[in-house]
């Protein structure tokens, strides 16, 4: 294939993904003043639910309009050479392929991000605001941003220059040495995550003696679950929207609650929402998602083998030069449809370990506990009850708020 149809190639990948997405996008606007399901009636009240379609609403505009400015400056990028001018750039500075790499993508990420900037200051500062949900002060938007363009830097910028000398030492077989290192950072950063990367953004707290605490323990030690960690975290500092997570494994596990989830449930409420979580450990999934990722992660490296030292990639954006970098690029859009099918699979298979999770919380806590707190999560949180199900199945890594709904009351009355 010519430089100039894989030129037009990467081209026509990129406008059909933005169509694409905009009439998903729009196709499920068009649901946003369904009727609620009868067995959802009464999370929202008339003046409730008028703010829910109105919160949609506006993220649904701001949305397709943050899309169309991106999809015109990504073509013009294109249709101009950007990427053989920030290669000059690159090139400039120095003659190692591993310096070029990292100015060229640092160039790239950082003036992407500073685009994007102004997008991200109006949904958090004008938006969310609005709706009542932001918390984050000037400042703290500030210096989120530089700490993550440290991080960016540092472990992003560390990555690849590790990437790249696998590529110059091995050239086809590097996508071997590639997939062990992500491989070892995938699982170091399941161990590790919230005792090294959350405390950069977030305080974590062990939780307080009190009845919650109690509570917790007690269901940990009736279902034979060794719960030593269990910390709050301050989400209030950013956002109202409560969450809970767990991360780790074997020593290493914890359970992390936002603080606004304490401040929004009953205990009971929370006992349930921690069960579910309990439930995905017991059921592997951590286990089955790392899995998957890493297996994931080295089909990615090994396509990328195939086709990085094809010099007719480089050429078709504007580089006569064979270039490393340059051809992730390209291959990075060229994999666009292959990604959108392992993520696919990928929600299908998270909605299922939702379920799974959801039916461990029931069956040894309270379904209708855990039902009543994810009905508050989402009537705080102004979700959508609506979503078209194509949607869904493209986008959702949960079930909808009705399909859990459902689920949970068919298997409490099967034990009832």
Do not use: C
Not at 30 to 54: C, M, R, T, W
Not at 75 to 90: K, N, P, R
């Amino acid at each position: 294939m010519t430089p100039e149809k894989i030129f037009y190639l990467l081209i026509a990948i990129i406008t059909v993904k933005f169509l694409f997405d905009t009439f998903m996008d729009s196709l499920n606007a068009k649901h946003f003043n369904d009727a609620i399901p009868a067995v959802l009636e009464g999370i929202y009240n008339e003046a409730e639910y008028l703010k829910s379609q109105a919160y949609k609403i506006e993220n649904y505009k701001f949305s397709a309009l943050t899309s169309i400015i991106s999809i015109i400056a990504t073509l013009l990028f294109f249709i101009f050479e950007g990427f053989a001018f920030v290669d000059q750039i690159a090139r400039s500075f120095s003659d190692n392929s591993i310096i070029i790499t990292l100015i060229f993508f640092g160039i790239i990420m950082f003036a992407s991000d500073v685009f994007s900037l102004p997008f991200s200051y109006y949904s958090t500062f004008v938006i969310e605001e609005k709706f009542g949900f932001n918390k984050t002060t000037k400042k703290t938007f500030v210096l989120d941003k530089i700490k993550s363009w440290f991080m960016m830097i540092f472990l992003g910028g560390g990555v690849l220059a590790l990437i790249t000398w696998f590529y110059q030492l091995t050239t086809t077989n590097f996508w071997f040495y590639a997939w062990g290192l992500m491989t070892f950072i995938t699982v170091f950063m399941n161990l590790f995550y919230s005792k090294l990367i959350v405390p950069i953004f977030n305080k974590q707290t062990p939780l307080e003696n009190g009845e919650l605490k109690n509570d917790i323990e007690n269901f940990a030690k009736k279902v034979g679950f060794k719960l030593d960690n269990v910390f709050v975290i301050d989400g209030s500092k950013r956002s109202t929207k409560a969450n809970a997570y767990f991360s780790g494994f074997g020593k290493q596990k914890r359970v992390t609650l936002y603080d606004t989830l304490i401040n929004d449930l009953e205990t009971d409420e929370i006992v349930a929402v921690l069960a579910h979580e309990i439930g995905h450990y017991k059921k592997k999934h951590i286990i089955y998602n790392l899995f998957f990722s890493i297996l994931s992660t080295g089909l990615t490296f090994y396509i990328l083998s195939l086709l990085v030292g094809n010099a007719t990639l480089s050429q078709a954006l504007g580089v006569e030069t064979p270039s490393f970098h340059i051809a992730l690029i390209a291959i990075g859009i060229l994999y666009v449809p292959i990604s959108e099918i392992t993520s696919l699979l990928m929600n299908a298979l998270s909605r299922k370990f939702e379920y799974q999770a959801d039916d461990y919380a029931k069956e040894n806590f309270d379904g209708n506990a855990l039902i009543s707190a994810l009905k508050k999560l989402s009537k705080n949180s102004l979700s959508n009850l609506t979503p078209h199900p194509l949607y869904v199945k493209i986008h959702y890594s949960h079930p909808t708020l009705l399909q859990r709904f459902l689920n949970l009351k068919k298997e409490i009355q099967i034990i009832g």
